[in-house]
C-alpha cells in the first residue's frame, strides 16, 4: 500500500481510536501484555479514567473507562468502527499470543487472496475478540 498527502486537508493523518472499556485496567493490561503495547500517557480519576497506549509504530489507542456492555452486534452496527487491523509479521503467533492471554477466537488463521485492483493481494489474516468484545485482526503480507 502507497503512501499519499491528503491534498484537502494539509496534515491530515490518524493520530489515534479511541476505544469504551468496561474495566480500563484489565484492557491496559491485554493491550501492553498480550499483545506489546506501551501506555504513553495516563489520566483521569474514577470513570474520568482514560490512557494512550501504542503499538510501537505510532499506531495510538486511547482508552476510556466507562464503557456499557452491550448485547447488540457491534459489527452491525453503522458509526461504529468495524474492526482495528493490526499489521504483523506473524499472524499465527499474534493470533495464539492473543488467546493465551484471554481473546476469544473469531476467525482462525488463514489465507486470503484480496481481489483488489489493480493486483491481487496475497495476505494471511486472524481475526479476536479482545477484551470488551472489540475485533483485532492480525494482517500479514504474504
Not at 499483545?35 to 474514577?46: I, T
Not at 464503557?67 to 495464539?96: I, M, Q, R
Not at 476469544?104 to 493481494?121: G, L, Y
Request: glycine share 10%; hydrophobic share 40%.
Amino acid at each position: 500500500m502507497s503512501t499519499s498527502t491528503n491534498k484537502v486537508i494539509k496534515g491530515c493523518c490518524v493520530t489515534h481510536i479511541a476505544l469504551k472499556a468496561t474495566d480500563i485496567e484489565n484492557t491496559i493490561k491485554f493491550y501492553t501484555e498480550a499483545l506489546g503495547f506501551e501506555v504513553k500517557a495516563r489520566w483521569g480519576e474514577g470513570d474520568g479514567r482514560a490512557a494512550m497506549l501504542d503499538a510501537g509504530d505510532s499506531t495510538v489507542i486511547e482508552v476510556f473507562h466507562g464503557g456499557v456492555k452491550s448485547e447488540k452486534c457491534p459489527e452491525n452496527k453503522a458509526g461504529e468502527w468495524f474492526h482495528l487491523a493490526l499489521g504483523v509479521d506473524d499472524t499465527d503467533a499474534a493470533y495464539e499470543q492473543a488467546l493465551k492471554f484471554g481473546a476469544v477466537s473469531k476467525v482462525a488463521p488463514k489465507n486470503v487472496d484480496i481481489q483488489a485492483v489493480p493486483e491481487v493481494m496475497p495476505v494471511r489474516i486472524a481475526f479476536v475478540y479482545g477484551p470488551d468484545g472489540e475485533v483485532i485482526e492480525f494482517f500479514q503480507k504474504r
